[in-house]
């Protein structure tokens, strides 16, 4: 009995262990979920009005030397 009350709680202890380590994990992944969210937001005002899809003439492509 007293075998198998120690080997729970050494599953306990390692599963304790496990689980601090995901949610340090977790808070890791949602700083840089919201490092990436502030980096597409600065992103976004840099890009013109209207998407940056303007019209561009085929001239335009050509490179200068034709």
């Known amino acids: 009995?007293?075998?198998?009350?120690?080997?729970?709680?050494?599953k306990a202890?390692?599963?304790?262990?496990m689980l601090d380590q995901l949610n340090l994990t977790i808070y890791r992944q949602q700083q840089q979920i919201d490092q990436l969210l502030r980096e597409v937001a600065?992103?976004?005002?840099?890009v013109p009005e209207g998407g940056g899809?303007?019209?561009?003439?085929?001239?335009?492509e050509l490179p200068p030397h034709y």
């Not at 009995?1 to 050494?10: I, P, S, T, W, Y």
């Not at 202890?13 to 262990?17: G, I, L, P, V």
């Not at 600065?42 to 840099?46: A, I, K």
């Open 13 to 17: 202890a390692y599963a304790e262990d």
């Open 1 to 10: 009995m007293k075998d198998r009350l120690e080997a729970l709680e050494v």
């Open 53 to 60: 899809a303007a019209v561009r003439s085929l001239r335009d």
């Open 42 to 46: 600065q992103l976004r005002q840099q």
